[in-house]
């Protein structure tokens, strides 16, 4: 995953196999509990959330409301960050610099997730998760395992 280039790049063994545009930390790069950034280095995805529902599955607290996200639903609360379709939760493989105390990306619930269609993709402007289009996070989640290594440069 490029954080300067907003793509993800999936491989299959050393092969690329598939690059979506992504959108990143409107604050940039960083690891620090609290700074809005999206994580560095070596992780692997610890949970997937979502398999099954619907796409547009609108989540809260990592569940699943029992909404489907609309235009209408995104004009009742324009502030919202919304988190849609599936969750790959992200948990450092590296102590001391995404792992652990001030830094842990797994306590900061830094996800891949879906967002409304309408977000623009290859810029940033998450608060530190890694958005993707709601079709690329279905197809991604339903081709990589849990434990599959991410890499976020």
């Known amino acids: 995953m490029s954080i300067a280039q907003q793509q993800l790049v999936l491989y299959r063994g050393h092969e690329a196999v598939e690059s979506v545009a992504v959108s990143t930390a409107l604050q940039g790069p960083g690891e620090l509990n609290g700074s809005g950034c999206t994580p ?3 992780h692997r995805i610890r949970l997937k ?3 099954g529902c619907p796409t547009g ?3 809260r607290g990592r569940r ?4 489907v996200y ?3 639903l995104g ?3 324009p502030e919202r960050d919304w988190i849609l379709s599936r969750i790959l939760w992200l948990t450092g493989c590296e102590p001391g610099l995404n792992r652990g105390g001030m830094v842990d990306t797994l306590s900061r619930y830094i ?4 967002c409304p269609d309408s977000e623009p993709m290859g810029v940033p ?3 530190g998760c890694i958005r993707m289009r709601n079709a690329d996070v279905i197809r991604l989640c339903d081709c990589v395992p849990v434990g599959c290594p991410v890499l976020i440069d």
């Open 40 to 42: 560095r280095g070596r």
């Open 49 to 51: 959330i979502g398999v």
């Open 57 to 59: 599955a609108v989540f």
């Open 64 to 67: 699943w409301t029992g909404e």
């Open 70 to 72: 609309s235009a209408a």
């Open 75 to 77: 004009a009742a609360a």
């Open 111 to 114: 996800y891949i997730h879906g």
């Open 125 to 127: 402007r998450s608060h």
